[in-house]
C-alpha cells in the first residue's frame, strides 16, 4: 500500500504541477482518495512520502503563499518542457514512422508533461509534401545497433523499387561488417566494409529486412575520416582543392554545407557573386550536386575538375538538342 501510494503522489506531480504551477497537501489528498481510492491518508504520511520521493533524486520545490499554504512542485523531470516539445516536433515530421509509431512516441513524452504542457504539445508541426512511412525503422536501427555493439557480421534483405512502385527484396548474405549508422539528406544509412574486399558499401536502413548477426569479425573495420566536404552518401574518389564562383545568394546556403572548409572572398569580377575556395570530395555524386544550381555557380579550378563537368554538361545539353531529319 505504501509503495503504490508514493506512486500516485508522483505521478499526480509530474502531471499536475510545473515551474508556474504547485499543488498543496489537500490537492493530493483529493487525488488520493479519488483516483487511489486511499481515504484519509494524513498530512503527516504525504509529508514523509515527498520526502522518500526526493531523496529516490526527483527535485521537488516548495513556495508558500496565502496563509503560508505550502505548494509542491516537482522541479527535476529529466527534460524541460522545451526540450520535450522539440523531440515531439522532431517525431511529428518524420516521413519514416507511420502515424501509429508517431502518436506511440509521442503518448511516452506526454507523460513526462503536466496537463497543462500536454495541451501546448496539441499543435503539431506537418510535413510539406509526402512520404512512406517505414515500419521497420525503429525496430532495424536498434538491430543495426546491437550488431555493431556486439562487433559481429550483419546479414539482410535489401529491397529497392521497381517501376510498379514495388518494392523488390534480395539477400545481402556477403562477409558484410557493419560500421557506423550516419543520418544524411532525412535518411538513415548503414555504412558497411565488405571483409573480403573491404570496398566500403552504404545502405538504406529503412530499405533493410530479416536483419540478423552473422559471426564475430575477424579484422578490425574502420570507416576514413573525411578531410574536406562530401556532399552524398558514398565513398568519394579523391578529394580536390576546388574554387567556385557562386552568386552571392546562394553564400549562405554554401557556407552552411561547407563548415569549416569553406573560405569566401569577394569577386572582383562580380559584384553579385563570391569565390569560394573548398576542399571536397570529388564523385558522381559531387557532380550531380554542381548540377542542381545551374548557372549559380561556376568550377575555376582545378582544370581536371571543370573539365569533366564540362562533359557531362554537353552530354546533358545533347540529350535535348532536336535531331535534324532528312
Not at 572572398?265 to 553579385?272: I, T, V
Not at 544550381?293 to 575555376?300: A, I, K, N, P, T
Not at 562533359?311 to 535535348?320: A, E, Q, R, S, T
Request: glycine fraction near 6%; include cysteine; charge should be positive.
Amino acid at each position: 500500500m505504501e509503495h503504490e501510494r508514493i506512486i500516485y503522489i508522483l505521478d499526480y506531480l509530474n502531471r499536475h504541477t510545473n515551474d508556474s504551477r504547485g499543488v498543496t497537501i489537500k490537492d493530493i489528498q483529493r487525488y488520493l482518495e479519488e483516483c487511489g481510492n486511499l481515504q484519509n491518508v494524513s498530512v503527516l504520511t504525504i509529508r514523509r512520502d515527498i520526502e522518500r520521493i526526493e531523496r529516490a533524486g526527483n527535485e521537488i520545490e516548495v513556495t508558500y503563499g496565502a496563509h503560508n499554504t505550502a505548494y509542491y512542485k516537482i522541479r527535476s523531470k529529466g527534460f524541460t518542457f522545451n526540450e520535450i516539445r522539440f523531440i515531439v516536433d522532431s517525431v511529428s515530421i518524420n516521413k519514416f514512422l507511420s502515424n501509429t509509431q508517431k502518436q506511440r512516441l509521442i503518448k511516452k513524452f506526454e507523460g513526462l508533461c503536466s496537463e497543462t504542457e500536454v495541451r501546448q504539445l496539441i499543435s503539431r508541426i506537418s510535413l510539406n509534401g509526402q512520404g512512406s512511412a517505414s515500419l521497420n525503422l525503429l525496430e532495424n536501427l536498434d538491430k543495426v545497433h546491437q550488431i555493431i555493439s556486439e562487433k559481429r557480421k550483419i546479414n539482410f534483405e535489401y529491397g529497392k523499387y521497381d517501376v510498379h512502385r514495388n518494392i523488390n527484396y534480395y539477400s545481402k548474405s556477403r562477409e558484410m561488417i557493419p560500421c557506423r549508422v550516419i543520418y544524411f539528406n532525412e535518411r538513415f544509412y548503414l555504412k558497411c566494409i565488405d571483409e573480403a574486399t573491404l570496398n566500403h558499401r552504404t545502405y538504406r536502413i529503412d530499405r533493410m529486412r530479416r536483419i540478423s548477426a552473422g559471426d564475430k569479425t575477424k579484422i578490425r573495420a574502420e570507416l576514413p575520416k573525411y578531410d574536406g566536404v562530401v556532399v552524398d552518401m558514398f565513398e568519394p574518389e579523391r578529394f580536390e582543392l576546388v574554387t567556385l564562383r557562386v552568386k552571392r545568394f546562394l553564400l549562405d546556403d554554401m557556407l552552411e554545407q561547407f563548415g569549416s572548409y569553406g573560405s569566401p572572398r569577394d569577386d572582383m569580377q562580380s559584384p553579385d557573386s563570391v569565390i569560394l575556395n573548398v576542399k571536397m570530395g570529388i564523385s558522381s555524386g559531387f557532380y550531380r550536386w554542381l548540377m542542381k544550381y545551374g548557372e549559380d555557380v561556376e568550377v575555376l579550378s582545378p582544370k581536371s575538375v571543370r573539365d569533366t563537368f564540362s562533359d557531362k554538361l554537353k552530354k546533358v545539353c545533347g540529350m535535348y538538342i532536336e535531331k535534324e531529319t532528312g
